[in-house]
């Protein structure tokens, strides 16, 4: 789980390297957004990835 996580970390950090703040925002937006539209067409149960996403939506509002 551990090496899966520092994967897509290891991913999501080369794809935004070169971008500016605000399209790191507006690109992991999508990202999450994408992200909880998949977990709500799957039928899955709130889980700690969305209770994460969230709090990273509001974290970047302030």
């Known amino acids: ?3 899966m996580m520092r ?3 290891e ?3 080369g794809e ?3 971008m ?3 399209e790191e925002r507006a690109y992991l ?6 992200s909880e ?11 700690i990835k ?7 939506k509001q974290k970047s509002k302030q």
């Not at 539209?37 to 889980?47: M, R, V």
């Not at 969305?50 to 990273?56: F, I, R, S």
């Open 29 to 34: 937006d999508k990202l999450l957004s994408t």
């Open 1 to 3: 789980m551990v090496k």
């Open 50 to 56: 969305q209770a994460e996403n969230a709090k990273m």
């Open 7 to 9: 994967e897509i970390r």
């Open 37 to 47: 539209e998949n977990e709500k067409a799957s039928g899955s149960p709130p889980g």
């Open 20 to 22: 500016t703040y605000e």
């Open 16 to 18: 935004i390297m070169d």
């Open 11 to 13: 991913e999501v950090s």
